[in-house]
């Protein structure tokens, strides 16, 4: 079935660019989704692009996807102490639903003055 | 304000202790689902709903039971707990289940963390 890997743990300090970075292994994924874990919290969906996509940007957040190497990632613009969350990195293969979604372990950014 | 509430949030209780976990939404919604979040595993679906009496196995079912008699409510169950299911618990909600998470929003609980002695 479908993987998705996703490095544990990024520390930046603020005001610096926060890449996380997500690799998958189903091709046939349709669309690929950022979501932001804050303490004690549930997920909230960020940001998503679709499979046909290379790039998106939306304020901060840049999605970059490069399919041939099933890569996707999240750049954070000028990272602030509010971005200190987790990030799950999610997909959704063809067939589509919410009982289909696949997520990534979670990786934990921490921001530093 | 549209939410999903779990009760309890926190829960401390010994092996073989049935415990049940519950989960209501305001929104109306057909789809519901339960989650368990383990540190280097991500969330991994336990069991899912998409309406009324209508409830099936996600990836990692084993050792839970859920039930769906009304809308709003969808209880996870464990009858007999071990420690393998100390864990963060989180239940979601959406309008259906046939869309994706951009087209149709999916609300998660605020969590339940369970410790299994």
């Known amino acids: 079935g479908e993987d998705v890997e996703q490095s544990l743990f990024l520390s930046v300090r603020e005001g610096d660019s926060s890449v996380i970075n997500c690799t998958y292994t189903?091709?046939?994924?349709?669309?690929l989704y950022w979501y932001k874990q804050e303490p004690g919290a549930g997920l909230q969906l960020l940001t998503y692009?679709?499979?046909?996509?290379d790039m998106k940007q939306d304020q901060r957040l840049t999605v970059l996807l490069n399919k041939k190497d099933k890569h996707l990632s999240l750049r954070i613009a000028d990272t602030q102490t509010g971005d200190s969350a987790i990030y799950f990195c999610?997909?959704?293969?063809?067939?589509?639903?919410?009982?289909?979604?696949?997520f990534g372990a979670g990786t934990r950014l921490a921001v530093h003055p | 304000e549209a939410q999903v509430t779990q009760n309890p949030r926190y829960l401390i209780t010994v092996t073989g202790k049935k415990l049940t976990v519950t989960c209501s939404q305001n929104m109306n919604h057909e789809y519901m689902s339960w989650y368990r979040q383990d540190p280097g595993l991500g969330l991994r679906q336990i069991y899912y709903?998409?309406?009324?009496?209508?409830?099936d196995k996600g990836d990692v079912p084993e050792g839970y039971k859920v039930s769906r008699k009304e809308k709003r409510n969808f209880p996870l169950i464990l009858e007999s707990p071990s420690p393998n299911q100390t864990s963060l618990y989180f239940c979601?909600?959406?309008?259906?289940?046939?869309?994706?998470?951009?087209?149709?929003?999916?609300?998660f609980g605020p969590g339940t963390r369970l410790t299994v002695l």
């Open positions: 189903d091709s046939s994924s349709t669309y």
């Open positions: 979601a909600s959406s309008r259906t289940a046939d869309r994706y998470p951009h087209t149709d929003t999916q609300y």
């Open positions: 999610a997909v959704v293969p063809f067939s589509g639903g919410y009982n289909k979604l696949i």
């Open positions: 692009i679709f499979s046909n996509m």
């Open positions: 709903s998409m309406n009324v009496e209508a409830t």
